[in-house]
């Protein structure tokens, strides 16, 4: 990843837009704003950006699910959309629609801006493996050394279970479809039975504790806060 990403920000909320635009600037992105679907697609295709923050609720022929569509046509560039409404459909549709995450509407620009770097982060260069230890609430995780504990005490984990738990701490903060999670905990394109993710979780909660910051995602799969 160069130093500087180009972000392209599509968002017809002028005052939405600016706070998005000042945090952005801030981690040094070089930003471009669009406030229509049609802008935004002139722009996207004027400076192949690194990224792309795409509002669902835009005015005109083209909103947020048809412009995602038509980017996802033309190229891999990591989407973030923006959702008004916090309901699992909009959530669902943007991920079918190849969106790599989504933001809830009111969000922290903060919170905006740390989701961009993680992205920026994963879709550059190789992604390195976490090292070091991991504080994820009464549990601490030395990935060197493969161990865990709860309270101080040893958990036994299963080495699927590590598997996945080391691979949402590698996207931590990142939404990550059951699909993603069988692919880079499993290492395989299982086309099989996604559930398999499902158990695994549980039985990470089972093991570590109700205090895991480990989030379900309605409709879409699992987030490591
Ligand atoms: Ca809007």
């Not at 973030?80 to 459909?89: C, F, G, K, Q």
């Not at 880079?184 to 394109?189: E, P």
């Not at 039985?203 to 895991?212: A, E, N, P, V, Y």
Request: aromatic letters at 4%; proline letters at 4%; charged letters at 30%.
């Amino acid at each position: 990843m160069s130093e500087q990403a180009v972000v392209v920000v599509v968002e017809d909320d002028p005052n939405i837009a600016d706070l998005v635009d000042m945090y952005l600037r801030r981690d040094d992105h070089r930003v471009y704003l669009a406030s229509t679907g049609e802008k935004a697609l002139e722009v996207i295709g004027q400076r192949s950006p690194d990224l792309v923050i795409l509002d669902i609720g835009l005015p005109g022929e083209i909103d947020g699910f048809e412009c995602c569509r038509r980017i996802r046509a033309e190229s891999d560039v990591p989407v973030i959309m923006l959702t008004a409404r916090d309901d699992e459909i909009d959530r669902v549709i943007g991920f079918e629609l190849g969106a790599d995450d989504y933001v809830t509407k009111p969000f922290s620009p903060r919170e905006l801006a740390a989701r961009v770097k993680a992205i920026l982060r994963r879709s550059g260069t190789p992604r390195e493996p976490v090292g070091g230890v991991h504080k994820l609430g009464d549990v601490l995780v030395d990935t060197a050394r493969r161990e865990v504990l709860l309270n101080g005490e040893p958990v036994s984990l299963a080495s699927q279970e590590f598997s996945l738990l080391l691979f949402l701490l590698e996207n931590r903060g990142l939404a990550l479809s059951r699909r993603q999670l069988l692919g880079g905990a499993w290492k395989v394109d299982w086309v099989g039975d996604e559930r398999t993710v499902d158990v695994h979780v549980r039985q990470l909660r089972r093991k570590l504790g109700t205090d895991l910051p480990l989030e379900t995602i309605s409709g879409l799969g699992y987030r490591l806060g």
